[in-house]
C-alpha cells in the first residue's frame, strides 16, 4: 500500500524522489481523474489554502492545467504572471519570495526561465513550492503525466522500452522524463540531432541514438518533443525543414517499425517538423490523453504537497460537494 | 624607525635557499639582517618567540582583483590588502578589470597610492594589454611599467584577436614583463555557467568544455614560441591544458602558470544545489581534471598557486545561478585549502608548498620578494601548519564572502604577518587566549 510514503515540502524535480513516491502520485492521480467527468468538477479537499502559480515565462497550457487542478481542489488562486506585474519590472527571485512570504500564502507553483529557480525559492519559503519547469532543468508534472499516460495504454513502466526524441540539450521535460523513467524501472533512450544532445547524457544511464530510425526500431514509446524555433535561429539545426526531413515522426517512418509506437508530445505541436499531422491525430497518438492526465496529476500532487494522505485519495473525492 | 626585531625559535622554510630548519632571524630597518640559528638577542630587539610555527617568506598573489576604483561595494584595495595580509600574503597583483580599467598610467599609480597608503600588503597593479579591455588597441604598455605596473592583462575577458596577443607578446620583450593570459575561447564557452559534462546535463544548466581553454592555451602557447615573449598561464583548470603547457615548456617556450586553491580542491559535484559560491570561470572542472592540475602544479609544469580573489557583493551570488556573478574570493583560505589538498594529501612538503605560494609567484611577477636572502624585504608570513579552523566567511577581512569552502574544516592558518618588518597582522594574543581558555576547562575538569 502506499499508505505509508511520505513527501516533503516541495516538488522541485523528479531527480529526488524515490519510485514508491513516484508510485504514489500515479496512483492517487487515478481517483482524481474521475473528477473531471462529474457534472459539478470539484472536491473540498484544498478549500482555504491559497495557492499563487508565478510564471516568468508564458505557459498558457502548464498554467491553465495547475489552475483546472487547484480549482477543482477548491483552493483560491492568484496568477502572477509576466506581463503586467512586477515581475516585469525587474523584481528579483529573492523579493518576490520576501513578498509571497509575507503574503502568507501556501502553496507557489513556479515556471522559471532559469534552471535551479524552483529550489531557490523553496530554500527561501516556507510555502510548498512545485515547480512548473525551471530553466533546462526539471518539469516533473509534466514528466508524472507522461508516465501516468504510458501506465494507462500500457499497463505498466518496468521494462518499457521509451525513446525521448528531440532537443534533448534544452529540454526540462526530457530530464523529468529521464529520471521518472529510470526510477520505475523502464529502459530510457534519446534521439536527436548530436548539437542538441546534451554532455554526459549517457552517464545518466539513457542510451542515445543518432539517427531517428535506429530509435524507431527500438522503442516502445517515442516521447516527441517540440523543436523551439529559436533554435533554429542559434545555430543547433540548419532548417526547420531539414530537421523534420532527418529527424521528424511520419508514418513512413513508423510503418517501418517492428510494433505499434505509442505516440507521446509535451506540446504544443509543430506539425510538419518534429512530428506530422497523421501521427499526431493517428490511432496511437495519446497526445489528448496526456491533457487529460496532467489536470489529474497536478491535483494528486497538490492535494499529497498539502498533506493528504494517499490512502485517502478516493474518501477526499466522495466528500461532500456543497 | 622601530628597533631590530628578533623572531626565535620558527622552523624557517626558504625555497630560495633550500632551507627547512628551526632558526631564529633577525629584522633590521624593515629587512632580513640575519638568519642563523640561536642569534643572541641585540640590546634594544623586540624578541619574539616562535616556537612551534612555521616561518617563510610572505606570500605573493600574482592574481587578485581588488575592485577599485569602481567596485568599492565588492571590495576596496584597503580591504583586498587586509584580507590579503590575514592569507599571509605580503605582496599582490592587482588585476586591471576595474571600472575604469588599469589601462592609462593615472590609474596605475592610483592603486599603487592606494596600497602604500593602506600600509598592508604590498599591491602591484597589473596593467591593461588592450585600451578599455575591448581587445582592440594596444595600451602603452612601457608608460604602464614606468608608472610601476608589474604585468600586463586583460584578465576577465581572454585577449581574443591572435594578432594582438602577438604583438603584446613581441612589445612586452622590451621591458622583460609576462603577459598574463585568461586563456578562453569565448565561442566555445558560449553561454556555459559551468563545467560541461554529467553534472551541468543534471542540473540543466549550459556547460563550459574543457576545449575552451585548451584551444586558447594551446593558441597562447604557440603564439609565445613564435615571438619568443614571456607568457603567463592564469588559472589552469583542465588537463588538457596542463598537458600543452607541459608539452610547450619541453620545446623551451617561455611559459610559467598557475592554478587556483579552489581548483586544487573541488570538482563540479561543488554546484550541485545550485549554490552560486561555486560559481567561477574557469569553472570547476572534473576529478580527472582536478588530479591532473594538482599532478602539474607537483611537478612544476604548473609553477604557483594563485588565488584569483573575486570578491562580489552578496546580491551578485544570491540568485538564480545563471544570473549568479562568476568569481570566489581566496587570500584568507588559500593556505588552509593548499595545505589541506597538497600537504596533508602528501603531494607537496611544507618547503615545496612554500615555494609554490611565495618564491614561484615572486619570480614570474618579477617582484621583490619570496626569499628570506640577507638584506631581503622582511616580508614575513608565521603560519600553523597544523592548526584546524573552521571557514567562517562572516568573519573574513575581504568584503566579499563568496567563498565554497564556507563552513568546511581548514588545515593550516596564519598567526602573524609582516611586511617590510612591521606587524600587520597578528593573531597571537587571540591563540593565547584559546590556549588559556583551554586551559582553566582542563583545571576545572
Ligand atoms: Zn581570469
Redesign the pocket.
Known amino acids: 500500500m502506499t499508505a505509508t510514503v511520505e513527501f516533503g515540502k516541495d516538488l522541485t524535480g523528479l531527480e529526488r524522489l524515490t519510485a514508491e513516491q513516484i508510485t504514489a502520485i500515479l496512483d492517487v492521480a487515478e481517483p482524481f481523474k474521475e473528477i473531471s467527468e462529474r457534472q459539478i468538477k470539484k472536491v473540498p479537499a484544498l478549500r482555504g489554502k491559497t495557492i499563487v502559480n508565478l510564471f516568468y515565462e508564458p505557459s498558457t497550457r502548464t498554467r491553465v492545467s495547475f489552475e483546472f487542478a487547484e480549482k477543482r481542489l477548491s483552493a483560491d488562486t492568484v496568477n502572477i504572471s509576466r506581463s503586467g506585474s512586477s515581475l516585469q519590472k525587474g523584481e528579483n527571485l529573492v523579493d518576490t519570495a520576501r513578498n509571497l512570504e509575507a503574503m502568507r500564502i501556501d502553496m507557489v507553483v513556479i515556471r522559471h526561465q532559469s534552471s535551479g529557480a524552483a529550489e531557490f525559492l523553496a530554500q527561501r519559503i516556507p510555502s510548498n513550492v512545485i515547480n512548473a519547469g525551471d530553466g533546462q532543468h526539471e518539469h516533473p508534472t509534466q514528466a508524472l503525466l507522461d508516465m501516468l499516460t504510458i501506465r494507462d495504454n500500457l499497463g505498466s513502466l518496468a521494462g518499457r522500452r521509451v525513446c525521448i526524441v528531440g532537443d534533448i540539450l534544452h529540454s526540462r521535460v526530457a530530464r523529468s522524463n529521464i529520471w521518472g523513467l529510470l526510477k520505475l524501472g523502464a529502459e530510457v533512450a534519446v534521439c536527436g540531432p548530436p548539437t542538441l544532445i546534451p554532455h554526459g547524457v549517457g552517464d545518466l544511464g539513457v542510451r542515445v541514438f543518432k539517427r531517428v530510425e535506429e530509435a524507431i526500431e527500438w522503442a516502445e514509446i517515442l516521447n516527441v518533443l517540440r523543436l523551439q524555433l529559436e533554435r533554429m535561429h542559434a545555430g543547433y539545426v540548419p532548417s526547420l525543414r531539414e530537421y523534420n526531413r532527418v529527424f521528424g515522426i511520419s508514418e513512413a517512418r513508423l510503418e517501418k517499425a517492428p510494433r505499434d509506437i505509442l505516440i507521446l508530445h509535451p506540446g504544443p505541436m509543430n506539425r510538419g517538423v518534429e512530428i506530422d499531422s497523421h501521427v499526431a491525430d493517428g490511432p496511437h497518438s495519446v497526445i489528448l490523453d496526456q491533457v487529460t492526465n496532467g489536470v489529474a496529476v497536478r491535483m494528486a500532487v497538490l492535494y499529497l504537497l498539502a498533506g493528504g494522505s494517499p490512502d485517502r485519495a478516493e474518501a477526499a473525492k466522495q466528500e461532500d460537494r456543497s | 624607525m622601530s628597533g631590530p626585531r628578533l623572531l626565535q625559535g620558527a622552523r624557517v622554510l626558504d625555497p630560495a635557499q633550500r632551507l627547512d630548519a628551526v632558526m631564529d632571524l633577525l629584522v633590521v630597518d624593515g629587512a632580513i639582517a640575519r638568519l642563523a640559528p640561536a642569534i643572541p638577542a641585540p640590546e634594544n630587539a623586540e624578541v619574539i618567540d616562535l616556537s612551534g610555527l612555521c616561518l617563510s617568506p610572505g606570500f605573493v598573489d600574482v ?1 587578485v582583483h581588488l575592485r577599485e576604483p569602481g567596485g568599492e561595494h565588492k571590495e576596496t584595495i584597503e580591504s583586498g590588502a587586509s584580507a590579503a595580509v590575514a592569507g599571509g600574503f605580503t605582496s599582490v597583483c592587482a ?1 586591471p578589470n576595474t571600472d575604469p580599467p588599469i589601462d592609462d598610467p593615472a590609474a596605475v599609480g592610483f592603486v599603487l597610492a592606494k596600497g602604500e597608503r593602506a600600509r598592508l600588503a604590498r599591491v602591484y597593479p597589473v596593467g591593461a594589454v588592450s585600451v578599455g579591455l575591448e581587445g582592440k588597441e594596444m595600451t602603452e604598455i612601457g608608460e604602464l611599467i614606468a608608472a610601476g605596473a608589474v604585468a600586463v592583462s586583460d ?2 575577458h581572454p585577449v581574443w584577436d591572435s594578432g594582438l596577443m602577438r604583438r603584446a607578446l613581441e612589445y612586452t620583450q622590451v621591458f622583460d614583463i609576462p603577459v598574463f593570459s ?1 586563456a ?1 575561447d569565448q565561442g566555445l564557452s558560449g553561454q556555459g555557467v559551468m563545467n560541461e559534462g554529467a553534472v551541468s546535463t543534471a542540473l540543466g544548466l549550459r556547460g563550459i568544455p574543457n576545449a575552451s581553454e585548451d584551444v586558447a592555451v594551446a593558441r597562447d602557447c604557440l603564439i609565445a614560441e613564435l615571438t619568443g615573449g614571456r607568457l603567463h598561464i ?2 589552469v583548470s583542465t588537463a588538457g591544458s596542463a598537458e600543452i603547457i607541459r608539452a610547450a615548456k619541453a620545446r623551451g617556450v617561455r611559459v610559467t602558470a598557475e592554478v587556483t586553491p579552489h581548483h586544487l580542491a573541488l570538482t563540479d559535484e561543488a554546484v550541485r544545489g545550485y549554490r552560486t559560491d561555486a560559481k567561477m ?2 569553472p570547476l572542472r572534473s576529478a580527472s581534471d582536478v588530479a591532473a592540475v594538482r599532478d602539474a602544479l607537483v611537478e612544476g609544469v604548473i609553477d604557483c598557486i594563485a588565488t ?1 580573489h573575486a570578491p562580489h557583493h552578496y546580491e551578485e551570488k544570491e540568485r538564480e545561478f545563471d544570473d549568479a556573478a562568476f568569481g570566489v574570493v581566496g587570500l584568507e583560505t588559500a593556505l588552509g585549502v593548499s595545505l589541506q589538498e597538497m600537504v596533508l594529501g602528501g603531494r607537496l612538503d611544507l618547503l615545496e608548498l612554500v615555494d609554490r605560494m611565495a618564491s614561484k609567484p615572486a619570480q614570474i611577477a618579477g617582484l621583490p620578494a619570496g626569499s628570506l636572502a640577507d638584506g631581503a624585504n622582511a616580508d614575513i608570513v608565521v603560519f600553523d601548519p597544523e592548526e584546524r579552523w573552521e571557514c567562517r566567511a562572516d568573519r573574513f577581512c575581504s568584503r566579499g564572502r563568496n567563498t565554497p569552502f564556507k563552513g568546511r574544516e581548514l588545515v593550516g592558518r596564519v598567526v602573524m604577518t609582516l611586511v617590510g618588518g612591521r606587524t600587520v597582522y597578528d593573531r597571537r594574543g587571540e591563540r593565547a587566549d584559546a590556549r588559556a581558555t583551554v586551559k582553566v576547562s582542563e583545571d576545572v575538569g
Open positions: 592574481h588585476m584578465d576577465g585568461h578562453e592564469c588559472h570561470s574557469p584569483d
